[in-house]
């Protein structure tokens, strides 16, 4: 008798735990199936100006936050109900298939080995990795300058990273970093000699620091920016893609780029083509 008794109370404390893991998880429906709820959950970087910032007073700003609200926009759901999460570079595919973000807007490039655990809808901007030094710096000017004795600062699980592991790893002292901020911090301080990444984030952080810091040299790879969901959802990614393209005629998508780079010298380029595989 103590025996089943105990039993019960063992296999009704397993429920509960399972039931609680189920809730701290992340949602089973799809983008579309939320949106049609009223609601999206997007994640966006925190500490990339001009792209994806939280600022002070809790708000959020960038062309990539402008992306996704437009995006949201289209799907039926209104700015104040949306949820906006870090969504740190390592994580990304993680939050995504856990169902804790309907997707993900935050300087995503879409690469095949993503594509693996994740889907893409866009492009919705393509761009180039370049190099952010000290202004007062005059030996690196590009990526042709670097040199073994130069420490290069990326992030971990990044597809800048990989470039250089790939390709430049004899060349530099590659440093990788949790986030492009806490470069941006190793790069002031001179505990990295340079900092790597898509031309238009380092813009942003060049922006931030006027007279520290300096875009350097031309852009050396090719860098498509999409809107990462959850594996399989093609209904979603074809509406997202409906909505970049809507972004893209309407003017939109040009309006919000000049509006987050005003002043950083930045050329608005050419509208991409959406990419429906």
Same mark, same amino acid.
């Given at each position: 008798m103590r025996f089943n008794k105990a039993l019960r109370v063992a296999v009704g404390a397993i429920a509960l735990a399972l039931a609680a893991t189920a809730c701290g998880g992340g949602s089973d429906k799809t983008a579309s199936q939320n949106a049609a709820d009223g609601k999206l959950t997007i994640g966006i970087k925190f500490d990339q100006p001009g792209l994806g910032l939280q600022n002070k007073d809790g708000s959020y700003s960038g062309f990539d936050v402008d992306v996704a609200k437009y995006v949201a926009e289209q799907l039926g759901v209104k700015p104040e109900n949306i949820k906006f999460v870090e969504a740190p570079t390592p994580q990304r595919e993680t939050l995504i298939e856990n169902g804790q973000v309907d997707y993900v807007v935050g300087t995503y490039s879409i690469t095949d080995k993503r594509k693996e655990k994740v889907d893409f809808a866009g492009p919705y901007y393509i761009t180039g990795q370049s190099l952010l030094v000290r202004s007062d710096n005059t030996d690196i000017t590009g990526v042709e300058s670097l040199n073994s004795g130069k420490k290069l600062c990326s992030v971990k699980g990044s597809t800048p990273a990989q470039n250089i592991k790939d390709k430049y790893a004899k060349d530099v002292q590659l440093q990788e970093y949790d986030t492009y901020s806490l470069c941006v911090e190793a790069l002031k301080s001179g505990?990295?000699? #340079?900092? =790597? &990444? !898509?031309?238009? @984030?380092?813009? /942003?952080? #060049? #922006?931030?620091?006027? /007279?520290?810091?300096?875009?350097? /040299?031309? &852009?050396? &790879? =090719?860098?498509?920016? +999409? %809107? +990462?969901?959850?594996? +399989? !959802?093609?209904?979603?990614?074809?509406? %997202?893609?409906?909505? @970049?393209?809507?972004? %893209? =005629?309407? /003017?939109?998508?040009?309006?919000?780029?000049e509006k987050n780079f005003a002043g950083t010298g930045f050329t608005v380029p050419e509208a991409p083509k959406v990419d429906r595989y």
């Open positions: 505990s990295v000699d #340079a900092l =790597t &990444t !898509d031309e238009t @984030i380092l813009r /942003g952080f #060049a #922006a931030q620091s006027p /007279g520290v810091l300096k875009v350097v /040299g031309n &852009t050396f &790879t =090719t860098e498509k920016y +999409g %809107i +990462g969901l959850k594996k +399989g !959802d093609k209904e979603s990614r074809d509406k %997202i893609n409906d909505a @970049i393209e809507a972004m %893209i =005629t309407s /003017g939109a998508w040009k309006a919000a780029l």
